[in-house]
């Protein structure tokens, strides 16, 4: 929600704010000697590590050693037994590769023991993977795909400031090669505008990437003009001076409405004479005779011990309540409503709920996410049309519990953050995704905005379930389910209004299907989902007219999918079935099908897909249909080819 628009979310009370800002009085001689035999522990230990596993990334470790010893000592609000405290202050490695220097700090403050930290780092079956991931407790999201961290911690920022309204902060650990990705820039600027001072990028300004010199190498003015045009405070260090990087992290809790940039320039393997400043060594481990002669010029392996500062007590603004009575808004059948339509009533309604938060992508009145901000307007962020941090918006939102839903049209929200949705997966995210205005039925637009290949791509996602209701009833009652469905759910919407099918009371369970017309006498089976069910049922209309019993499958949950009704069906039909969707036939609906239907006991089977085969172009939604041959005409005269015992034309398997 926009300031603009006078209706911003809630945001920290000023004595939370002072709370947030409280500074860290100066290090005496004694604090900074224990910097530098902790930057050091930190450094022995990132070698050990990778030299022990043979693989790993310790001289970008190395690099940043002495700015997470002083935030570690000094800055860092953190209950390491309870990691799940509210009031916890967050520390995200945007640079996940040095992952060494990561899991060297949790053996620091003793929740990561020396023996598990050298002799399983990246071993099978251990928990201190190559890139952190979520399967350990004190790690938010999985990162290592350059560019993800800082936008995932604008999520968390939006959450302590205008949800929980707590004064924990979020800092985070970026490289200086992950600065040439935009989505660190769409980062800085929702961060700037949404005013999260609780937000610090810590930037390891190293020079080299992995493979020559980064765009900017040591350029620091240069860095800081781009950070000072996106909104954001920047402030430059030198990264291997504890005084200055203490001053510099103390000096982020005075700017309580902007998002403070650290740009420390440091040098690529400092610490170890034979490396530093030396390309061609990013991503590999010492030698082994090197690394024993490093970390004896270093002091040899360390036991300090480091007790990191308590978070001040604290409750969250929000307690969620799933159990919030929830009314769904209803239907007369045969009344014509938009999938799209259904989406924004259904989710208005759990607003109910408090933990329900919505973000757009600045078509909120198209995909009808907008009517949330009427419901609930501190729940509601816009993210303008920045998709990247869109998605991981959701992510950071869902990192502190909060039941986050991001929409915009299927063929953006899919495609350009596709990497977020993937290593949203393999954070193991719970976030709802709906994409509205999908393939060739959106008609006149053209195939610019025509999502053909969204159902392939969130299929292939870890941990996703996919959906595509046919109308308003099934919409509303999957956008209810998808609240309290882990993982990644989607939700395909069409643009235009069809008829409501179903009554209030019927259910849609994940992994079910709907049957229509079936019985004992049936010799086809017609498949749709989305609009091709429409199609389907006036195919089955006329099929009847003809003689010819269709059976009509709703599949409405592609993933996970009703395998058992499909096979029956098959075996109750004579294995002829006609699957069509508005989607490209690689990855689809006839794909899933297919997939469902292999194994030792598959039935007899004579399947036609029709699908999208060529690139379509503008015409009315009907025109595009019978075009891509996915109309109630071509599907019926597949079927009919099917009974007949012809081989069909066209998209048949």
């Not at 860290?24 to 224990?34: G, I, L, R, W």
């Not at 390891?204 to 020559?212: A, I, T, Y």
């Not at 000072?228 to 005075?254: C, K, M, N, T, W």
């Not at 992994?511 to 089955?540: M, N, Q, S, Y």
């Amino acid at each position: 929600m926009t300031e603009q628009q006078g209706q911003a979310p809630a945001e920290m009370t000023t004595a939370q704010m002072a709370t947030a800002q409280m500074a860290t009085a100066p290090m005496t001689s004694a604090e900074t000697s224990v910097i530098r035999a902790l930057a050091a522990q930190l450094r022995v230990d990132a070698i050990r590590c990778s030299t022990e596993a043979g693989s790993g990334h310790p001289t970008s470790s190395l690099s940043a050693a002495d700015l997470m010893a002083v935030l570690l000592e000094r800055h860092l609000h953190y209950d390491w037994d309870h990691p799940a405290l509210p009031n916890n202050d967050h520390l995200i490695f945007s640079k996940g590769h040095a992952s060494p220097l990561l899991y060297s700090m949790y053996r620091a403050v003793g929740v990561v023991d020396e023996a598990e930290l050298i002799s399983t780092y990246r071993q099978f079956g251990s928990r201190l993977q190559g890139h952190p991931t979520p399967v350990l407790p004190w790690v938010d999201v999985a990162t290592g795909s350059l560019g993800q961290g800082l936008p995932d911690a604008v999520g968390i920022g939006l959450a302590g400031r205008y949800l929980d309204r707590l004064p924990y902060r979020t800092w985070v650990l970026c490289g200086d090669s992950e600065l040439a990705e935009g989505s660190m820039w769409e980062a800085l600027d929702k961060a700037a505008y949404y005013k999260l001072g609780n937000l610090t990028a810590i930037v390891d300004v190293n020079r080299l990437g992995q493979d020559g010199p980064t765009e900017l190498q040591w350029d620091m003015d240069r860095y800081a003009r781009r950070v000072e045009a996106f909104g954001a405070y920047p402030l430059i260090i030198d990264g291997h001076d504890p005084a200055a990087i203490d001053d510099a992290l103390a000096q982020v809790r005075s700017h309580p409405d902007q998002p403070t940039v650290i740009l420390a320039k440091t040098i690529k393997g400092k610490g170890v004479p034979e490396v530093e400043d030396k390309d061609g060594w990013h991503g590999k481990a010492l030698p082994k005779d090197m690394a024993e002669h490093a970390v004896e010029a270093l002091g040899g392996p360390g036991s300090l011990r480091i007790t990191t500062a308590l978070p001040d007590p604290g409750t969250p603004a929000i307690t969620p309540n799933p159990q919030a009575v929830i009314s769904l808004p209803t239907w007369e059948p045969g009344e014509k409503v938009a999938t799209r339509a259904a989406f924004g009533a259904a989710v208005s309604a759990l607003a109910a709920r408090p933990e329900i938060v919505v973000l757009d992508g600045e078509v909120g009145n198209s995909t009808h996410a907008g009517e949330f901000r009427d419901a609930a307007p501190d729940r509601y962020f816009e993210m303008f049309i920045a998709e990247q941090q869109l998605i991981a918006s959701a992510v950071g939102l869902s990192v502190r519990g909060y039941v986050p839903f991001a929409a915009s049209f299927a063929a953006f929200l899919v495609s350009r953050p596709y990497d977020f949705i993937r290593m949203a997966g393999v954070s193991q995210a719970s976030i709802r995704l709906v994409g509205t205005h999908a393939g060739v039925e959106i008609g006149q637009d053209g195939p610019s905005q025509m999502a053909l290949e969204d159902i392939a791509a969130m299929r292939a996602i870890h941990t996703s379930t996919v959906v595509y209701p046919a109308d308003a009833a099934s919409t509303a009652r999957l956008v209810a389910t998808m609240a309290d469905t882990t993982g990644i759910s989607y939700l395909r919407a069409t643009r235009g209004a069809y008829p409501v099918i179903y009554g209030p009371d019927e259910e849609f369970p994940l992994g079910g299907c709907k049957v229509h017309r079936a019985g004992p006498d049936d010799a086809v089976a017609l498949i749709g989902a989305g609009v091709t069910l429409h199609e389907c049922l006036t195919a089955a209309g006329e099929l009847a007219e003809a003689g010819i019993n269709a059976r009509v499958i709703d599949l409405y949950s592609l993933k996970p999918i009703d395998a058992e009704t499909l096979r029956l069906t098959c075996l109750e039909t004579g294995g002829r079935i006609v699957i069509a969707e508005d989607h490209y036939p690689e990855g689809g609906i006839g794909s899933a099908v297919l997939e469902a239907l292999a194994g030792p006991y598959t039935p007899e089977l004579h399947a036609v897909l029709l699908a999208v085969k060529s690139l379509p172009g503008s015409g009315t939604p009907q025109e595009l249909l019978d075009a891509a041959g996915i109309s109630a005409r071509h599907i019926a005269a597949a079927a009919r080819s099917l009974v007949d015992g012809n081989q069909p034309g066209g998209n048949d398997v």
